[in-house]
């Protein structure tokens, strides 16, 4: 479905950009066709890599130069879309003013000639912050039930893969313990790609330090890079993996609750169950859960959970991509929400799949969440 997807969303990219930008332009046959040659490779840039360099769809065996050259067409070409659509809609009303005509022609072509460049422009800057390292994002959430404040690091969408390595989590892990928090948790989406070749780069987790520990759940993409083989390399760090079962860290003044992801059921594991995961909690201490898709918040709902905690959307990552988003996360996309009387918090992500590299006002974030006892809200 995501190969047919990104082919579909490839043609359209094509097409569109063809008929609306390069063929209008006042050039010769030869310098159109020029013009194809990186409009294509942007627009095609999944399976072209595939095709050329073998390896993964969406990983493809290609030199990294090459693959964020395309990944920067790519998105570049998202964004000229998007732009010019909302162009041809601003127009419109010109359009069907037969005497104002000519005038439309004049503002087509100055917005024509600006969108490319702006496209390229934050194509550019949406690669390039893709990549920066998470800043800290402080937040106070007030839980009823909880008698005493406990501080939470929350990681979330690690994504190690070729373009991250040691040096980059390395930074993540120094960020997250000057925190000093109580709890570490990191809510899935550790790797792209294999333990054999990517365990140095995530070596550096052992260094991660709480009073009360490091606790995480898996996310879809762990399933589809050998799920066995990395949570028991990654418990061996000192991460505890909570596969729908609970604990009560250190004191034991909240529930912490995890779930396995949806896509468990595709590497034979069992699927997310949230009633397993609570069942013999206390019922005076309040409930945290870490569930990587924000959409399990519906289940959770039902269960009297006080907090969610989730990744996967990666913020949204970008303005008018958070409303696509949001629609396959039951509107879930970025920031603390109630949600049917459940808090849900999701992350931007401490990284994010370099599949598709893009943040443009959406940083990546270290979490530091303070959970205070709902009688000192303000």
């Known amino acids: 479905m995501f190969i047919i997807s990104t082919l579909l969303i490839g043609v359209v990219l094509f097409a569109y950009t063809l008929w609306r930008l390069i063929l209008p332009l006042p050039l010769r046959w030869w310098w159109k066709f ?4 990186p409009l294509g490779l942007g627009a095609f ?54 005497r104002r005509w000519s005038l439309f022609g004049r503002l087509r072509r100055g917005l024509l000639t600006f969108c490319a460049p702006a496209a390229l422009g934050l194509g550019a800057w949406g690669v390039y912050q893709a990549f920066l390292p998470p800043e800290v994002r402080e937040i106070t959430i007030p839980l009823p039930r909880l008698e005493h404040p406990v501080r939470l690091a929350m990681l979330t969408d690690l994504h190690a893969d070729r373009f991250k390595q040691a040096e980059f989590f390395h930074e993540v892990v120094k960020r997250t313990n000057e925190l000093q928090a109580d709890l570490v ?18 070596a550096p987790l052992r260094h991660l330090e709480a009073r009360w520990g490091i606790y995480a759940v898996d996310g879809n993409h762990d399933y589809f890079s050998g799920h ?10 000192g991460i505890r993996f909570l596969n729908n079962e609970h604990v009560l ?12 992801d949806p896509a468990a059921i595709r590497d034979d594991c069992p699927p997310p169950d949230i009633a397993r995961a609570l069942a013999g909690r206390p019922a005076d201490k309040p409930t945290v ?13 039902r ?23 949001a629609a396959f996360n039951d509107g879930l996309v970025q920031g603390l929400t109630m949600y049917h009387g459940l808090q849900v918090y999701i992350s931007n992500g401490t990284s994010l799949w370099s599949g598709f590299p893009l943040r443009l006002f959406t940083p990546a974030e270290i979490t530091h ?8 809200a303000d």
């Open 34 to 37: 020029l013009l194809c040659v």
């Open 45 to 98: 840039r999944y399976p072209l890599l595939y095709a050329i360099y073998g390896g993964h769809f969406f990983r493809p065996a290609c030199p990294i130069w090459l693959e964020l050259l395309g990944s920067w067409l790519f998105i570049s070409l998202l964004i000229l879309l998007g732009l010019l659509v909302v162009m041809e809609v601003a127009l419109l009303p010109l359009r069907l003013l037969q």
């Open 185 to 202: 948790v990191i809510t899935g989406d550790f790797e792209d790609g294999h333990v054999y070749a990517l365990a140095p780069a995530l």
């Open 228 to 237: 066995d083989a990395w949570q028991r390399y990654l418990s061996k760090l």
């Open 249 to 260: 860290p250190g004191p034991g003044h909240l529930v912490l609750a995890g779930v396995t």
């Open 289 to 301: 859960l870490l569930a990587h898709q924000p959409r399990l918040a519906r289940e959770a709902a």
């Open 303 to 325: 269960h009297d959970v006080q907090l969610q905690l989730s990744g996967h959307t990666h913020g949204g990552q970008a303005p008018g991509l958070r409303h696509l988003i």
């Open 369 to 376: 969440i303070h959970l205070i006892p709902a009688t000192q």
